[in-house]
């Protein structure tokens, strides 16, 4: 079965806007004034721009003791002694304007609950709201422009229709025929209760108002109740929600209810949200305007709740419609084309106040109200964040307009249909502190928000003017019927053109024959026939002749158009070339454009995503370099530790090394000792007689005698031992440290120590070290038989690792003085004997002969003699 084709959807006529000028939404502040002087107030008017908020203080003992000062900014803020007049002339009176110039307007109030919103829409009496007074300047603007009734004529599709007279006046003997009659707008009575409502003495008007259009004023009043929309005009019993019945025929108590059929929102063919089958009003005066107002509002829902003794439970939408249209060529009738009539709208909206229910104590119905109430304010408020976050960031989120029937009504206020404006009603009192806060957080971010501007509507092309004129030239017509005996005062405004002719022409005689010899009457006749007949002759060739004349100005005039046509067509046919050219090349640029935005989303899709693997890889490199450096850290520091440990594991083996070679030199000393001392025996066995008793040596003595102490420094018990190095060469150019102490005693022998290129220092020190590359200390000690004995201890310097000096002590010479008549041993015998001296060098060497090595580090005060002397090594026993 084939589908049916479906009707493609004509093309939307949506009003032009220009969308690269934007105006922010006007939010302005006005603050009421306090119940009672004694109330607590939390808000303070700073400037005419600024308000500021702080919390009372009862609200800072309950936190904690917090304090802080609150400010915001509109475009206006207007404190409590503002009068409503002042309100209007800022706020709605450009809206006014605007609504009269054929563009639309949105003015809302918002606030919470008793906080004045109802009060500055509609007013006191004696002091009336912004509805009244935008109502009073209507039609002092347009009064004497407006046309009759029925002659626009509103259809069931947001358009509007025009009538011709004929119509219209059909309409209105129908509306007149009707069983209940309407009193003339003229003679109607106005209703006292709100008389002085609409009785304004400023009579504000605007300024430039086209005189050449005709003007019609339509209202309609609704209400958003519970997410309903509902009619507040219609004629039928209102009746808003009815109590579900069982069949027992009584209320089902689990408070449920049916909700009643409400009025359906629809789009009209230029995407304009419109409520259909809504009461719409022909007004033509400000009295019948507001009484049409005052009708809808009796029937609007409010209720007493704890904050507000009259608290509005629904939104209130009054809407005005103008629809204007140019006057024909003449002046005297309406255009009859549709394409020429304008239809521009103001919304007055008062806004339901947000509340909390546990400040109302709402229950049932009131607490279902509250509910719905805030769900659409928190609905609008979502859509207001949505559109700021579109326009500051440039995404394309969808604004949820159709969660809400308030924000679905008005999206098109928001897409630039129209200027928009909100006042902020607050309360200063302490007990609203929250509310009030959060109703100034709102307004600050709805006025983030802007809307595209929309354009003047084109003019209609006819000459300007022509109402004025066509009134002129009646007047002046009037006037001269009048001095020729014509209708006076109007009662013949035309008269035809034969008419005017039979007045020239002269009067008949009385033709009544009453003699039959009357011979006067007929030639009289005649006479006057003949003169009417030449007359007559002669306006017929004066008509014959300027028809002729005006035939020639015809043709002029149409060979003129011809050519004038012809120029024209050839232009247009240029002009069509042209736009049809500039067209296909508009059509080709969008498609380039088109084209190249694909080109460039694509291209910002592959650097988002290379821009997230740099970032990727960027971070898995730090990563890894950081890895790598504790890696490498954590390779030095066990290098360290390695070298440490070999260090201090070679140094260790040295020692252990150093002290198994001593204890072996040790060893075989004493076996060469007692080797010796045997050979001493044997020897004095041999060449001494028998009854002389060998004497032990005095090596065994001075083994015995105690040790003398040192004059020189002691040395440092935990010297850490070096490396042995071999002995350097003594060439030339060796330089020498000849460290001698203080405690020296000179020994004023004639051999004396003598080192050339040597500094002679009294204790070492860094510099000089650095200077040097040998060291020698000289250094004395008591010997066994009291003489004093001079050791110069030898060592060579070099470097460290640390960065200072070390001396590795090489050889030791000793220098002694014997009494001739003592028997010592010396150290350089005038006859030695081969052997012995072999035995005694090599004692000697083994018992004075050490090895110490001392290390001086970088930047210390100590020279190598506080830290270091000679010690010899100890024997086995």
């Known amino acids: 079965m084939k589908a049916a084709a479906k009707t493609p959807r004509r093309p939307a006529l949506k009003k032009p806007s220009n969308p690269s000028l934007k105006d922010p939404v006007g939010v302005y502040c006005r603050v009421r004034p306090l119940s009672r002087p004694d109330q607590e107030c939390c808000i303070e008017v700073i400037n005419e721009t600024t308000v500021q908020i702080h919390p009372p203080d009862g609200y800072r003992i309950f936190r904690n003791g917090e304090y802080r000062e609150t400010q915001y900014s509109f475009k206006e803020v207007f404190g409590t002694l503002v009068v409503q007049k002042k309100l209007f002339d800022v706020v709605a009176k450009p809206l006014v304007e605007d609504l009269i110039r054929g563009k639309n307007g949105l003015l809302f109030t918002y606030g919470v609950t008793g906080s004045g919103k109802t009060h500055t829409m509609t007013g006191s009496p004696g002091d009336g709201g912004l509805l009244p007074r935008c109502l009073d300047m209507i039609f002092n603007s347009i009064g004497p422009f407006q046309a009759k009734r029925f002659v626009f004529k509103l259809d069931d599709k947001n358009g509007v229709d025009v009538q011709c007279e004929v119509d219209a006046l059909l309409e209105r003997q129908k509306r007149d025929a009707m069983p209940v009659p309407k009193t003339p707008s003229g003679k109607r009575q106005i209703d006292p209760e709100f008389a002085d409502m609409i009785n304004m003495q400023d009579h504000c008007k605007v300024e430039e108002v086209d005189e050449d259009n005709v003007y019609s004023v339509f209202v309609s009043y609704i209400e958003i109740y519970n997410n309903y929309i509902y009619d507040l005009l219609e004629e039928t019993p209102f009746d808003a929600i009815k109590p579900k019945w069982n069949n027992c025929n009584t209320p089902v108590r689990n408070g449920d209810f049916i909700p009643p059929q409400s009025k359906i929102l629809r789009e009209d063919q230029n995407h304009n949200m419109y409520v259909t089958g809504c009461t719409e009003v022909e007004v033509k005066s400000t009295e019948e305007a507001f009484e049409v107002f005052w009708r809808g509002q009796k029937k609007r829902r409010i209720a007493n709740t704890q904050l507000n003794r009259e608290s509005s439970r629904s939104h209130s939408v009054f809407i005005i419609k103008l629809a204007q249209a140019p006057l024909d060529a003449d002046g005297d009738n309406v255009l009859q084309e549709k394409e020429q009539i304008t239809l521009s709208q103001l919304s007055l909206v008062d806004l339901a106040g947000s509340e909390r229910t546990n400040r109302t104590k709402a229950e049932g119905n009131r607490l279902r109200e509250a509910g719905n109430i805030n769900q659409s304010l928190m609905t609008l408020r979502t859509c207001i964040e949505v559109l700021r976050e579109n326009q500051m960031y440039g995404t394309n989120k969808m604004v949820p307009y159709r969660d809400s029937k308030l924000t679905h009504l008005f999206k098109n206020y928001f897409d630039g249909e129209g200027k928009v404006r909100m006042i902020v009603c607050v309360n200063p009192k302490a007990e609203d502190y929250e509310e009030s806060l959060q109703v100034m957080r ?436």
């Open 442 to 877: 709102f307004a600050e971010m709805t006025q983030e928000v802007e809307v595209a501007r929309p354009v003047d509507r084109p003019l209609c092309g006819l000459t300007p003017g022509r109402r004025f004129r066509n009134q002129a030239f009646r007047e002046e017509l009037s006037r001269k019927l009048e001095m020729r005996g014509g209708p006076i005062n109007g009662e013949r405004e035309e008269q035809s053109v034969s008419e005017m002719f039979l007045q020239n022409f002269p009067p008949l005689p009385s033709c009544e024959l009453l003699d039959v010899n009357d011979d006067q009457t007929l030639p009289k006749l005649i006479e006057v026939l003949e003169k009417r007949h030449k007359l007559r002759q002669m306006l017929s060739e004066e008509f014959a002749k300027n028809v002729l004349a005006f035939k020639t100005m015809l043709q002029e005039f149409d060979s003129s158009v011809v050519s004038k046509e012809n120029y024209i067509q050839g232009k247009l046919s240029e002009k069509e070339k042209t736009i049809t050219g500039q067209k296909m090349e508009l059509e080709r640029l969008e498609k380039k454009i088109k084209t190249l935005e694909y080109k460039i989303e694509i291209l910002e899709k592959t650097a988002t995503i290379y821009e997230e693997d740099k970032r990727n890889l960027q971070q898995e490199l730090e990563s890894k370099s950081q890895k790598l450096q504790r890696q490498a850290s954590d390779k030095r520091r066990l290098e360290a530790r390695l070298q440490g440990m070999v260090a201090e594991t070679t140094m260790k083996w040295e020692k252990e090394c150093e002290r198994r070679v001593a204890a072996k030199q040790l060893e075989m000393q004493n076996k060469l000792w007692v080797k010796d001392e045997k050979l001493k025996q044997l020897k004095a066995i041999v060449t001494e007689p028998k009854n002389e008793k060998p004497e032990r040596p005095s090596r065994e003595r001075d083994r015995e005698k105690p040790v003398q102490r040192s004059v020189s420094p002691s040395p440092v018990p935990n010297a850490p031992p070096v490396r042995l190095r071999h002995r350097r060469s003594r060439s030339a150019g060796e330089r020498w440290v000849d460290h001698k102490p203080p405690s020296n005693l000179p020994t004023e022998t004639v051999m004396q120590p003598h080192v050339p290129h040597a500094i002679t220092v009294a204790a070492a020190s860094e510099k000089a070290l650095a200077k040097c590359d040998k060291y020698m200390l000289t250094h004395q000690e008591l010997a066994s038989d009291g003489e004093i004995e001079t050791k110069l201890i030898k060592g060579d310097v070099f470097k460290t690792r640390g960065g200072g000096q070390a001396v590795q002590f090489t050889e030791i010479e000793t220098l002694k003085q014997e009494s001739p008549t003592g028997r010592k041993r010396r150290s350089s015998p005038s006859n030695p004997d081969p052997a012995e001296d072999a035995a005694e060098s090599e004692w000697t060497d083994v018992e004075t002969r050490c090895s110490v090595a001392v290390e001086m580090r970088a930047g210390s005060a100590l020279g190598p003699g506080y830290q270091h002397h000679a010690q010899p090594k100890r024997r086995k026993p």
